[in-house]
């Protein structure tokens, strides 16, 4: 029986990729930690297929295109922003299949509404101009990516929202670590996240937007110390 570590489950965030996780330094951190990561992309997103209907974006099917990368034994699961949200679904429905959760840029509310991400992907589907708020500006930023799929970026967007989860958190999931930055105005009421959880603990990075929270070393070290534990 093998004795080394579980392997590393990196989910980035809406309109990235799997090369977020090297450009923020994460791994890198984990190759000099002795650990293994798996950065698969998002459907929608890098090398992914790019559908345009919202409802291949439910977070269930995003959730069963993670588990299809991972073994069969448990691994860690770091996500960030959306890969946070689905790092989460992923404890909550496949509880068997995580050991640790690290999860960053995330609140306990939703970072936008179905109605604003509906009227993002209406908008974008019809040649229409984009209404104004979170979900646009989330789209437009996103959407600004060279080489990205802008129609299947709102199709997630709209997806993501339609489909979001109404369960609560239940009582058995594994020890949780959250970070966020303490200017992250996506990440909105993080404590209640936190407490939400039944083994969590909060790390809040001063000086820190939702941008920028990532690719912090503290936010890294402590992950990868925790994730030892």
């Known amino acids: 029986m093998s004795d080394s570590p579980p392997p590393i489950l990196l989910v980035h965030g809406f309109g990235a990729a799997a090369g977020m996780w090297q450009t923020t330094g994460w791994t890198r951190a984990i190759d ?13 997103h890098g090398q992914a297929p790019r559908p345009h209907d919202p409802d291949d974006y439910a977070p269930a099917r995003l959730v069963a295109d993670l588990l299809a990368v991972l073994p069969d034994t448990p691994v860690d699961v770091v996500g960030y922003s959306l890969g946070a949200q689905l790092a989460l679904d992923i404890a909550i429905s496949h509880r068997h299949r995580v050991r640790r959760l690290v999860l960053g840029g995330i609140g306990s509310e939703p970072a936008v509404s179905s109605i604003d991400a509906e009227a993002v992907w209406s908008a974008v589907s019809h ?103």
């Open 127 to 229: 040649g229409e101009p984009i209404p104004a708020g979170a979900a646009a500006s989330l789209w437009q930023m996103a959407s600004a990516v060279p080489g990205c799929d802008a129609r299947a970026l709102a199709a997630c967007l709209a997806g993501v929202a339609r489909h979001r989860r109404t369960v609560g958190i239940p009582g058995d999931l594994p020890p949780a670590l959250v970070f966020v930055g303490a200017d992250d105005p996506i990440a909105r009421n993080v404590r209640g996240l936190v407490d939400a959880l039944p083994a969590a603990e909060l790390l809040e990075l001063p000086g820190r937007d939702h941008r920028s929270a990532c690719s912090a070393s503290l936010a890294k070290q402590r992950a990868l110390d925790f994730l030892r534990e």
């Open 32 to 44: 000099a930690a002795g650990r293994t990561a798996i950065a698969p992309d998002l459907r929608g």
